[in-house]
């Protein structure tokens, strides 16, 4: 079945630098992939997303790159300010549908000042 | 973006009661939306599957007499957690996406419920 890894442990970096967040995911090859961020107690908000045959994708301080060899997504934010802190999750579309995501257990960036 | 808009935002009820949360999208109509569970520091669990005018799909493992689906509306589907238990205390979230071909989905604000 598929599986979707992301760095459990909290990323701490100091404002100003380049947060670099990994998806990983194996038994799939998905048609897209896309990056969420979530605050405490609230929903999911859509970020970026990336189709399989594209290698970057940029939104203001967003990068997002995707290595279908790899199987793996970075997710970038540089000159990265306190209000970015949250946690952030990539998602996949499901095998029994495209609008179907399956997430991973996202990632925490905190970012000091 | 569009506006998914969930209902109420918390609620702490009694075992042996039920519970409905309301998931609406204000500004565009889905015909299929979409209800996760969210365990503290874990992922979005996806539960089930909500179809306008259909019944709804659950995933493997959710019991759907207990987690009722319903999507009487373009703009409305509602998840009533019946005879809650403590176990069942989670943060629910809906999602939609906005036609039938969109990939991009539109979250609520999420419904923690604290059975005790």
């Known amino acids: 079945s598929q599986k979707i890894e992301q760095n459990s442990e909290a990323l701490n970096i100091q404002e100003g630098k380049t947060a670099t967040l990994t998806c990983n995911y194996t038994?799939?090859?998905?048609?897209?992939l896309q990056w969420y961020r979530q605050d405490p107690g609230r929903g999911p908000v859509f970020l970026l997303l990336?189709?399989?045959?594209?290698k970057e994708k940029r939104k203001e301080r967003l990068k997002v790159t995707f290595d279908t060899t790899l199987k793996q997504s970075l997710f970038h934010i540089t000159a990265s300010q306190p209000a970015d802190s949250a946690t952030y999750l990539c998602?996949?579309?499901?095998?029994?549908?495209?609008?179907?995501?399956?997430f991973g257990t996202g990632t925490r960036l905190l970012v000091s000042p | 973006g569009a506006v998914v808009s969930q209902h109420p935002s918390r609620v702490i009820c009694k075992s042996g009661t039920s519970v409905k949360i309301e998931c609406r999208s204000l500004?565009?109509?889905?015909?299929?939306m979409f209800w996760y569970r969210q365990f503290p520091k874990k992922s979005l669990m996806l539960m089930a599957t909500?179809?306008?005018?259909?019944?709804?799909?659950?995933e493997q493992g959710v019991e759907k007499d207990k987690f009722l689906i319903n999507h009487a509306s373009l703009t409305l589907s509602t998840l009533t957690v019946t005879s809650a238990h403590p176990e069942d205390s989670s943060f629910y979230i809906c999602?939609?996406?906005?036609?039938?071909?969109?990939?991009?989905?539109?979250f609520g604000q999420g419904t923690r419920l604290t059975v005790v």
């Open positions: 500004d565009f109509q889905a015909t299929t």
């Open positions: 909500s179809n306008e005018g259909s019944k709804a799909t659950y």
């Open positions: 999602s939609a996406m906005r036609g039938q071909t969109n990939t991009e989905a539109f």
């Open positions: 990336i189709r399989e045959n594209e």
């Open positions: 998602a996949l579309a499901g095998e029994t549908g495209f609008q179907k995501l399956v």
């Open positions: 038994n799939y090859s998905p048609a897209y």
